[in-house]
């Protein structure tokens, strides 16, 4: 008997949890209808399979330095070579310090404050993050 009404506490609970992580609509046809198999997020619908993690991953843009190490805003790198600043006498020697500010759109891609030289744009390319 008393082992029973735990039981339902228990089904209780399972039903608000599943009601609160809810599902995302189906991204073909917008079906509310989605159900999890998985991985994968399954439209009953119009039977469309998707990974949810694998659509976000390609939505985000991932900036990586000369070695392919991912960056991320805030981190510090050091360049790699001397860089010739655009429009004045000024060269980044190389193994100059940066942070990253944030990231940019074009082949200028990082936003850095260069130490000794203040805010520049700077190729991911050129540059190495520094472990810390
Ligand atoms: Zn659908």
């Known amino acids: 008997m008393h082992k029973k009404r735990y039981d339902q506490a228990t089904l209780i609970c399972l039903i608000k949890r599943s009601k609160i992580m809810s599902l995302p609509n189906c991204p073909k046809c917008n079906s509310s209808y989605v159900y999890e198999d998985q991985a994968l997020l399954i439209c009953p619908e119009c039977a469309y399979e998707w ?4 659509v976000a991953e390609e939505t985000t843009v991932q900036v990586k ?57 700077l190729k991911s390319q050129f540059v190495k993050r520094q472990s810390s």
């Open 65 to 121: 330095d000369a070695n392919g190490t991912p960056l991320a805003e805030g981190d510090k790198v050091t360049l790699i070579k001397d860089l010739k600043v655009k429009g004045s006498s000024l060269v980044l020697k190389v193994g100059t310090k940066a942070t990253i500010k944030r990231f940019a759109d074009g082949d200028h891609d990082i936003d850095c404050k260069v130490d000794g030289a203040g805010d520049m744009m």
């Open 51 to 54: 990974n949810p993690n694998e």
